[in-house]
């Protein structure tokens, strides 16, 4: 039995996860991790049974605890847990499922202790891809990718080794907005950006694909991922999200990975790499595909996306700068505090006023995190 721990267990990617789990029977869960909440997460622990279960909160953890006192299984809280369950012994590939950059500590340590990590957490590869790349070779440890795009790079790679990559083509959805000029945008509510076309996602990842921030982060993310240079991605608009991403070699050839809109694929294939399983669920019907069109990026109506090549090229603690901005412009927008055109203004206005540091270290990325923050809420 293959055993895994997922931080993030009650998200979108956490429970698609245990989907797969309970459909094949043939894992084992031996820790979850969540942020508060207690029902789901009493509910996955009595499913799966965990030996180990973390909430962030330590008044959730506390209630949790009481709650499952039947069960042999122990509850931790906070930063402490999530590092607990990264070295556990018996973990073999971790699933980074949570948002943000709280997912660095805890994808390195797993790292270090030799887990093969299963990454959705992509915000930890943009902030810290200069750490976890060289670490995870020196480990000789696997990255797999969840990302959808990055799984069908990964997967069109697979067989090619030695030959190199000579471009990257992302595909994006371009969102709920495509199509859209920018003056369209300026009434927009948090209701509008919270509806994808083809994807069900976390909110702020789903914010996220609605800015084409989304887009700019995976830019980064498979930088890191595939180790080519910023000019080899090429990122383009494909409104179904049927190709979810190619590779042009250096012949011409290009490979991609094509599919119904659905994470579970790319998650189960991260799972169980390098076998693939059957999956129930839609499958593609080409008679019934009418079109499969592209278009260019519109870098006018959504800044954010040509922010993260600049922010990318900058490096050192840039990226984290533009990641960080942009968590805390989605959790203002998400209340209502800031417009939807505010997002990509709040992170440029970051990108200009923070200091630079070349190869910022853990605790670099995190004061840069703080500086970020603290530059938004004297502003705004
Ligand atoms: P989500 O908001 O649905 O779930 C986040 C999970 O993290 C929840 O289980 C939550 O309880 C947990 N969490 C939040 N704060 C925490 C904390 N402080 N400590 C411990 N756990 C905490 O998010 P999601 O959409 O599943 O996205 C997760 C990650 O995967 C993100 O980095 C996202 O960019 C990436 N991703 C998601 C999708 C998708 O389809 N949802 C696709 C590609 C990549
Ligand atoms: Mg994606």
């Known amino acids: ?15 698609q996860t245990l ?6 029977k043939d894992i084992q869960v031996t820790a979850l991790a969540a942020g508060s909440n207690v029902i789901l997460l009493e509910q996955q622990i009595r499913e799966f049974q965990p030996r180990l279960a973390v909430l962030w909160e330590e008044q959730a953890a506390k209630d949790l605890q009481v709650r499952v006192r039947d069960l042999d299984v122990k509850i931790l809280f906070g930063m402490e847990g999530l ?16 948002v943000g950059m709280l997912g660095i500590r805890p994808t390195i340590a797993a790292i270090e202790a ?13 902030t810290a891809g200069h750490i976890i790349m060289p670490l995870a070779k020196e480990k000789d440890v696997p990255i797999l990718p969840v990302d959808s795009e990055h799984s069908a790079i990964f997967q069109s790679l697979n067989g090619e080794k030695g030959n190199s990559i000579h471009k990257i083509l992302l595909t994006a959805s371009g969102g709920p907005f495509r199509g859209k000029r920018r003056e369209d945008l300026l009434q927009i509510r948090v209701e509008d950006a919270l509806q994808h076309p083809n994807w069900s996602m976390g909110k702020k ?9 989304n887009k700019g982060l995976e830019v980064m993310e498979a930088k890191w991922l595939f180790d080519v240079e910023l000019e080899q991605i090429q990122v ?35 799972l169980y790499y390098p076998c693939r399983r059957s999956l129930s669920g839609k499958r593609l019907d080409f008679f019934q595909l009418a079109s499969l069109t592209f278009e260019k990026p519109d870098l006018d109506t959504f800044p954010g996306l040509g922010l993260a090549f600049q922010a990318m090229k900058q490096g050192g603690n840039i990226p984290t700068v533009y990641n960080a901005a942009n968590e805390k412009a989605v959790a203002l927008f998400l209340e209502k505090k800031i417009s939807f055109l505010e997002i990509p203004e709040l992170i ?10 070349k190869q910022p270290d853990v605790a670099q990325i995190l004061e840069t995190e703080a500086a970020v923050y603290d530059l938004i809420e004297s502003r705004w």
């Open 205 to 213: 990842i789903t914010i996220d694909s609605a800015t084409m921030v």
């Open 348 to 357: 440029q206005f970051c990108m200009e006023q923070s200091a630079f540091v």
């Open 1 to 15: 039995m293959k055993k895994i721990a997922i931080l993030g267990s009650t998200g979108s990617i956490g429970t």
């Open 19 to 24: 989907e797969i789990v309970r459909e094949h």
């Open 114 to 126: 030799g887990k093969t990590i299963a990454l959705a957490n992509k915000e930890t590869l943009v």
């Open 83 to 98: 590092l607990a369950i990264a070295v556990m012994p018996e973990v073999e590939i971790l699933v980074t499922a949570i």
């Open 236 to 270: 383009l608009v494909h409104p179904q999200s049927i190709i979810h991403s190619m590779v042009e070699y250096e012949d011409g050839a290009v490979l991609a990975q094509l599919g119904t809109p659905d994470m579970r694929l790319p998650i189960q294939y991260a």
